[in-house]
């Protein structure tokens, strides 16, 4: 019998997202004498630790023509948190090898995953470089999100007549929904809450992916178990049941009545035992899930903020212990941080525009402290172009400002709420991250904020850099529990808070560091901007025209190769 335990394992089995990339390409170099070029192209992804490039996969070659539109796609796992790195190499093929060095090189370019995704209608249109002095076309890559089962299903059950398990009362029944494994074994998917004191009980109605039920295997067994409930954690089993998603399906017009059995029961063959009570599928409402993807498909732009702490608690900027110390070998963990981050957000902003704001320091020229103040010295616009913007008026602002305190997270917090709150119809989402070394001192205002933005398009990240204690930033988390002020609950989870050391590679590997914190920090805004968008009805952005191609050509027969799948 498999644990039913109060972890929900589910959640973390749920496959990644896959996408599936088309390649065309125009205006390529002609490299044959006599006809045009026989393009094919190849696909790297690299490494986060060692940096390689290893090939992924080919398309077929085309015959004779500068304008490919190639047939065979590319199918790739899609993580919101990760920079996923890849490279596109173009051939023209002479010979039947598959040595590329045996074939002429037409030209490569160079892009992230997240580009494409965030690209208007998830088409990303670069030119070809590599050969020195001459034009080499253009690349263009469409992305289209995989369905994979993206179902969800309502269910509601009731109980009747279950065996009663309590000496001085009756059953106190709980549901354990089990999805079957290509080996045999079970995983638990879902538990129903308990119903005290009843043998016909009505379970609430519950919300669960088709993917996390049955992987999208519609026929694949179903298992269910029934129990009772007890203090000391020792439940009693009642009995069980089988079923499948189809079969559930099915019921949607009409109860299905599932008899549930206690084996040790019916394997005494006692005349008597009929069963142990029967469970009643009452409703199965099934709901396609809109993704993340939907949303920047159809043209949501995320907007990304940052917001430095400049306390004099860092410690002397021009001292090697300070925590903005600025190194000319290699990058302090405030930089770091900066680039882990940032480097994946921009890649879903259009403008690749973003504000830098500072806090907690003594300006120039009368020394005013400012707890909300521009990086790049212009309070009236504070973006910086890009991340290397970003990075520029960081250390600007260190060579500039006297660091000071004390450290408050309200004002930055409120500066970015108050342009979500101007647009609240899902064409933009807001991410603010805070980098902050310590303690907050103004926990009450900062609660207050936070609540304040819970109710917008909006997620805050915060990553704790240096030694100290972090207790405040965990509380603002709300993983644990809901955070609060004056009374009021949070609408939603928006704060994500780490501590940079806990995912610093020991040995040194600032890539692999930066890689660690921005999979951490970044792993639940998709499901933080699906929740806004959700509560509030909102529906992905019509998605552009369709990119129509030239008509394809002959597909060569040499060649090809089965595309890998990561």
Known sequence: MASIGDADPFTAAIPATKVELTISCRNLLDRDTFSKSDPICVLYTQGIVNREWREFGRTEVIDNTLNPDFVRKFILDYFFEERQNLRFDLYDLD???????????LGQGFCTL????????????????????????????????????????????????????????????????????????????????VVKNTLDPVWQAFKIPVRALCNGDYDRSIKVEVYDWDRDGG??????????????????????????????KKGKKKKKYHNSGTVTLLSCLVDTELSFLDYIR??????????????????????????????????????LALRAVGEIIQDYDSDKMFPALGFGAKLPPDGRVSHEFALNGNPQNPYCSGMEGVMEAYYQSLRSVRLYGPT??????????RYASAVTDGSQYFILLIISDGVITDMAQTKESIVNAASLPMSIIIVGVGPAEFDEMIELDGDEERISSQGRYAERDIVQFVPFRDYMD????????????????????????LSYMRTRGIKPGPLPPPYTPCPPPAIHPLMTRRVSRI
């Open 408 to 417: 408050h997270f309200s004002p930055v917090i409120n500066h970015v709420a």
């Open 298 to 335: 159809g043209g949501t732009q995320i907007n990304f903020t940052v917001a430095i702490d400049f306390t004099a608690s860092n410690g002397n900027p021009s001292q090697p212990t300070s925590l903005h110390y600025m190194s000319p070998y290699q990058l302090n963990d405030y930089a």
């Open 95 to 105: 010979c039947k090898s598959d040595n590329l060095s045996k074939h002429d090189f």
């Open 506 to 529: 020991r040995r040194g590997n600032h890539i692999l560091s930066m890689a660690r914190l921005a999979k951490e920090v970044l792993a639940e805004i998709p499901d933080q901007f």
């Open 235 to 264: 439940h009693d089993f009642i009995g069980e049941f089988s079923t499948s998603y189809r079969e559930m399906s099915r019921s949607q017009s009409q109860f299905h009545i599932y008899e549930v059995f206690n084996p040790k």
């Open 114 to 193: 997240g580009e494409i995704v965030g690209s208007l209608g998830g088409r990303l249109e670069k030119p070809l470089i590599g050969i020195p002095g001459r034009k080499c076309g253009t690349i263009i890559v469409r992305v289209e999100e995989l369905s994979n089962c993206r179902e969800s299903v309502m269910l509601q059950f009731c109980g009747n007549k279950l065996d009663k398990k309590d000496f001085f009362g009756k059953s106190d029944p709980f549901l354990v929904f089990y999805r079957s494994n290509e080996d045999g074994s079970y995983t638990i998917c879902h538990k129903t809450e």
